[in-house]
């Protein structure tokens, strides 16, 4: 899995582009000649994510109707999710957005479809390369992502069987983005497992990579996956330029894989 993020600005540069792409590419590479190699050690303690796992039964004990100051509780696709919100995280209350999954898997396609994460038939039916990599692209904060459209193409035009997958967030201030990564990179934990519980993709296929607070997503989704679901993420199939600063003065927990940072290009 394959985590980059960028803080240029919304026009990223099609040199840079160039070079992302280039360097995707060697560590993907790199990772296939051993994909069982060494892996992060995701962080375990549920203050790393604000959550109150429960370890012994494996659920979450939370109650969505119940109001509270120190958390909130949300029914992300079916399974319940408790976001703290105390240090060091943003007292800022996460909402719920209408994320979006838009999936391309052939190098013709014109559009994107618009996938849902808890649609079973819509993600059993979806045009997937189920022998191909999954690439989940994620942007910063209120951007639209140019440079998603023209990585997605790249990656298309590389290896035709290539899926890319483009997560549309955040219609927010900043100070609510950053509150409400937590509940995106849930949801994309919650993409990533029914993927391969429904379409048998082995963890090793599956690369995140994002942009600014994107980059902080990523990893966060990276703590969900093996916290809720086992799916650990491994060291060589992590990858991330430079991440948003402010995000980190107002705090990030959970933002590295045990105890290190997400490496930078």
């Known amino acids: 899995m394959t985590t980059a993020s960028n803080a240029l600005g919304q026009n990223l540069p099609r040199k840079l582009i160039c070079i992302l792409f280039t360097a995707l590419i060697m560590t993907i590479a790199a990772a ?21 796992h429960n370890q012994k039964t494996g659920t979450i004990t939370c109650q969505p109707e119940v ?24 007292s800022v209350t996460p909402a719920m957005r209408n994320t979006k999954f838009w999936l391309t898997s052939s190098p013709d396609q014109e559009r994107p479809l618009v996938l849902n994460p808890n649609n079973t038939a ?8 189920v022998e191909g990599k999954v690439y989940a692209l994620v942007h910063d904060w209120n951007t639209g992502g140019k440079w998603t459209k023209l990585l997605r193409r790249e990656l298309m035009r590389a ?13 927010d201030t900043y100070s609510q983005s950053v509150a409400n990564i937590r509940v995106v990179a849930r949801q994309l934990a919650f993409f990533i497992n029914r993927l391969q519980v429904l379409r048998g993709i082995p963890s090793h296929s599956f690369h995140l990579v994002g942009h600014g607070l994107g980059a902080h997503l990523c990893g966060i989704a990276g703590t969900y996956l093996q916290q809720r679901y086992g799916i650990t993420v491994q060291s060589s199939g992590l990858l991330a330029l430079s991440r948003s600063q402010t995000l980190h003065a107002i705090g990030g927990a959970g933002l590295s894989l045990g105890g290190r940072s997400l490496p930078l290009l």
């Open 32 to 52: 296939d000649e051993d994909h069982t190699s060494k892996t992060f050690q995701m962080r375990s303690d549920n203050s790393s994510i604000g959550g109150m």
């Open 67 to 90: 109001p509270s100051t120190a958390s909130v509780c949300y029914d992300i696709y079916g399974e319940l999710e408790e976001f703290s919100l105390e240090s060091p995280w943003s």
């Open 122 to 129: 819509e993600l059993t039916n979806a045009p997937l390369n």
């Open 159 to 171: 290896v035709s069987s290539n899926n890319v997958v483009v997560v549309r967030w955040s219609n």
